[in-house]
């Protein structure tokens, strides 16, 4: 992750000034995986390492999760820069669809994304899911708001697509 922060900053959230930095300090980390456990208990948030041949090579997280009338959740990921484009995104968010709908059950899942990263929107357009439009300054990424178009899968959707996504993307 320290090896590619300047190609991620771009698309995240800037830290809060005094905030430590859970990739430098062990203290903040073990924090993190604290909130983290914290999260799966109450079950509102699971994170999941993407491993390539062993080696940490990104994350992808269900947060947010909201039950009652709702039942949805937001899919956020990264994966390191060496290894972006060659399909190990598209698997993870297949799987973690998977868990969503049949472990969680859930009805929604959203992803959002800022218009200009096309790496990120060739994931879900590839995996088809719906775009739903534009939502104006939607996230605070790296101190600007910015613009994030959403992109959304129901349980019925993943139904009707969920052998077609597992044969090509997890078998």
Same mark, same amino acid.
């Given at each position: 992750r320290r090896r590619c922060s300047d190609w991620l900053t771009r698309w995240e959230s800037r830290r809060i000034p005094g905030q430590p930095d859970t990739v430098e300090d062990r203290a903040a980390f073990s924090s993190r995986c604290s909130v983290r456990m914290r999260e799966i208990q109450l079950g509102t948030g699971y994170g999941f390492g993407i491993f390539v041949d062993g080696?940490?090579?990104? @994350? &992808?997280? !269900?947060?947010? &999760? %909201?039950?009652g009338a709702h039942q949805n959740a937001y899919v956020g990921y990264w994966i390191d820069e060496r290894l972006a484009g060659q399909g190990y995104m598209p698997e993870s968010v297949v799987?973690? $669809?998977?868990?969503?709908? @049949? =472990? $969680? $059950? $859930? %009805?929604? !899942? =959203? &992803?959002s994304i800022i218009p200009r990263n096309a790496a990120s929107r060739r994931v879900v357009e590839k995996l088809g899911l719906r775009p739903e439009g534009v939502a104006e300054r939607y996230l605070e990424i790296n101190g600007v708001w910015e613009d994030h178009i959403r992109y959304a899968m129901t349980v019925e959707e993943w139904e009707l697509r969920r052998d077609e996504l597992t044969t090509v993307w997890l078998l």
């Open positions: 080696d940490f090579a990104g @994350e &992808i997280n !269900v947060n947010s &999760i %909201h039950r799987a973690v $669809l998977r868990f969503c709908f @049949e =472990q $969680l $059950l $859930l %009805h929604r !899942v =959203q &992803i």
